[in-house]
């Protein structure tokens, strides 16, 4: 697929296509392969499945972004108050498997980076697209030059640059425990709502 004028793929201006998951809290969640930084088969069942008590799958929108890696970092913060929960991390980006673990070494993340270059798992995850205005608006520009200041600067995009992120808590059974999908390229929260609801975790 070509870029567009603007540089993005093209795309309707829907942030999400029709076939879309609307995933909710308390559906089970799909298992689907992604591969790790060895570029193996990982299962997502497994993830969840051998966590203490559940799993925080993160997804970015592709490792050039800085609010994206700017999200890794404070994940990577907060590791020891999710292993206080018992929940086990773990992000997923459309890189190749040497390009994930490039991310995860450039960031000492102690959690794995999956590669799922296709975005099988984040159209299985119901994770959609943002038009360009969501991409570059107002609250890109100005937490974008935030992000700078702080030293998060943006990278080569790999990937579809209009991909939306998102974080999900699935239990051990694999069933959705909490969802929150971005809705444009700078709407990506603290871990706090995702270490709430794992405190929740039974």
Known sequence: MTDGPDG???????????????????DRVPDVTVRDETGADTRLRDLWAEAP????????RHFGCPFCRAHVVLLRNARARFDEEGVRVAVVGMGTP???????????LSFPVLSDPDRV???????????AGQVRGWPEIAGGVQLALRGFLPGRRIGNARQ?????????????????????????????????AAHELL
């Open 8 to 26: 993005l793929e093209p795309n309707d201006g829907a942030p999400q296509s029709a076939s879309v998951v609307p995933l909710k809290p308390g």
């Open 53 to 60: 008590r559940g799993l925080a799958l993160v997804f970015v």
């Open 98 to 108: 040497e390009q994930c673990a490039r991310f995860r070494r450039r960031y000492d």
């Open 121 to 131: 798992a984040y159209r299985a995850y119901g994770l959609g697209e943002a038009s």
């Open 164 to 196: 939306l992120a998102g974080d999900f808590l699935i239990d051990r059974d694999g069933v959705l425990r909490y969802v929150r999908r971005s809705r444009r390229a700078a709407d990506v929260p603290p871990p706090d709502a995702l270490l709430a």
